[in-house]
């Protein structure tokens, strides 16, 4: 099975793309997770992105692109879940294309339906397992007790302007794609809020349900 998760920032993408991996064995692909890890080894990739990243600024479709079709590449095409890509319409259409030429299209867009108060509750108390890479919220999904505090950050990009910038650019440059992703890719929009397994029962629930989905 290939998918999406589209959505604005805070929605869950990344929970429940690492919740879709376990279930069906898929690959779990961010283009975020890939920006972060390079700007932690200090590679080239990373000292451009840096900025971008803290400000809450997209990078260039170019590099997002490129740094895609490497990892699909490696991962020879397979079974995948896409968290945070594509976010305009020219890494959509390039997506597209690209999937299709690879014999590999997408089976399914789910897009999490989330409003822009949640968005700013979730992400303002946010942490992230360093060396796990497990998302928590200080109030909705606690870290266990064992796992030290000195672990747990908070996202550069979490700070309120940044968040702010952030839904910003969702509405101005990602909300938009999804008319072009309805149009060429089966696309399904899901009740974001509530628990994080009520969401992800939701998101189980229609994907059962197409039973087109190779896999499913
Ligand atoms: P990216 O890392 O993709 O960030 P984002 O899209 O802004 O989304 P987030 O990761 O903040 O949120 P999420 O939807 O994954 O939610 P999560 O599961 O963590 O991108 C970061 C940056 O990289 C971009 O700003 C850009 O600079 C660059 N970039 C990335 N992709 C790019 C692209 N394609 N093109 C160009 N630039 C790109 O959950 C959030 C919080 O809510 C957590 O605390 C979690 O525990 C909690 N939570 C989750 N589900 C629930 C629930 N049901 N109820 C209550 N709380 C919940
Ligand atoms: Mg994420």
């Not at 283009?31 to 809450?56: M, P, Q, S, W, Y």
């Not at 968290?83 to 299209?105: C, F, I, K, N, S």
């Not at 509405?171 to 009740?191: G, N, S």
Request: charged share 30%; net charge negative; glycine share 8%.
């Amino acid at each position: 099975m290939r998918l999406a998760l589209f959505g604005p920032p805070g929605a869950g993408k990344g929970t429940q793309a690492k919740r879709l991996a376990q279930s069906h064995g898929l690959d779990h692909l961010s283009t975020g997770d890939l920006f972060r890890a390079a700007i932690r080894d200090e590679t080239d990739l990373g000292r451009r992105v840096t900025a971008l990243l803290k400000a809450g600024e997209l990078v260039p479709d170019d590099v997002t692109n490129g740094i895609v079709a490497e990892r699909l590449a490696a991962l020879d095409y397979g079974a995948f879940v896409l968290d945070g890509y594509p976010r305009t319409v020219a890494q959509a259409e390039w997506m597209v294309d690209h999937l299709a030429d690879a014999g590999a299209p997408l089976d399914a867009v789910v897009s999490l339906r989330v409003p822009d108060e949640s968005v700013v509750a979730r992400l303002s108390r946010r942490r992230t397992d360093e060396e796990t890479g497990a998302i928590y919220h200080l109030d909705f999904n606690p870290p266990p007790a064992d796992v030290p505090a000195e672990r747990l950050k908070h996202r550069s990009d979490d700070e309120p302007d940044a968040i702010r910038h952030r839904l910003e650019v969702y509405h101005a440059e990602t909300a938009p794609v999804e008319a072009y992703l309805r149009a060429h890719v089966r696309f399904f929009e899901v009740d974001g809020t509530g628990g994080l397994d009520e969401v992800q029962a939701r998101i189980e629930g229609v994907l059962a349900q197409d039973r087109g989905l190779a896999g499913v």
